[in-house]
């Protein structure tokens, strides 16, 4: 089975704090993004990577950045944190090409900030 | 307007009842259809994919897409409480797509 972990269930970080999340999957996914989930709004894409150090924004990009070091972990940098940054935070990976639709979540980060 | 709205619910039915989901999207180079639960304190997972127009049927699930009203559902027979969750429509213009556009999502509840 696919697994993608989160380094975090649920975080509380205050105002202007610089924050991580850390994503790591153990399949061999190309491709791996980060969204984040607010009631009303669904899911929105933050920034996607298709490859070892290289990324694209979504929808969302504004105040945070992205790291892909290598092809398993994902991070999502938060540079200063701001209270509207409270949220659900997912991760997820695809295998690309062919199977592109098929995407693996993790269980969420949800992250408070005071 | 969204490119694809989904009506947030809650919705909630008898155990057994069938139950009808649905999302509606603007962007005609849509072509691949998804449908994705999330229960309760997890990440959503894959449901069904359905490619195109037409019906596709898993158990008691069939996915049902109309491109000609841009309109696709999911449908759930004798449904069960374990189905109560969250359900995500998503789509793309093609099945290499690295980006996934999500409805907004479909708190169902089943009641016993």
């Known amino acids: 089975d696919v697994k993608v972990t989160q380094s975090s269930r649920y975080l509380v970080k205050r105002t202007g704090e610089k924050v991580f999340l850390e994503c790591v999957q153990d399949m061999d996914h190309e491709n791996m993004f980060w969204y984040r989930q607010d009631p009303g709004l669904g899911l929105r894409l933050i920034y996607f990577s298709y490859d070892v150090k290289m990324k694209e924004k979504g929808d969302i990009p504004e105040g945070y950045s992205v790291s892909r070091e290598k092809k398993e972990r994902f991070s999502l940098i938060l540079e200063s944190a701001s209270t509207n940054q409270t949220s659900m935070y997912l991760c997820?990976?695809?295998?690309?090409?062919?199977?592109?639709?098929?995407?693996?979540f993790g269980p969420g980060t949800r992250l408070t900030v005071t | 307007q969204k490119e694809v709205e989904q009506d947030p619910g809650p919705l909630s039915v008898p155990e057994g009842a069938i139950v009808s989901l649905n999302c509606t999207y603007s962007?005609?180079?849509?072509?691949?259809f998804m449908w994705y639960r999330q229960y309760s304190r997890k990440g959503p997972e894959l449901l069904m994919y359905t490619y195109s127009s037409g019906n596709k049927e898993d158990g008691r699930f069939t996915a049902q897409v109309d491109k000609s009203s841009k309109y696709i559902s999911l449908f759930i027979r004798d449904s069960q409480p374990s189905d109560s969750a969250t359900y995500l429509c998503a789509m793309s213009g093609n099945q290499g797509a690295q980006k996934l556009v999500f409805g907004q999502g479909t708190r169902l509840t089943i009641n016993p």
């Open positions: 997820a990976s695809s295998l690309g090409g062919s199977r592109g639709y098929e995407q693996y």
């Open positions: 962007n005609s180079a849509f072509q691949y």
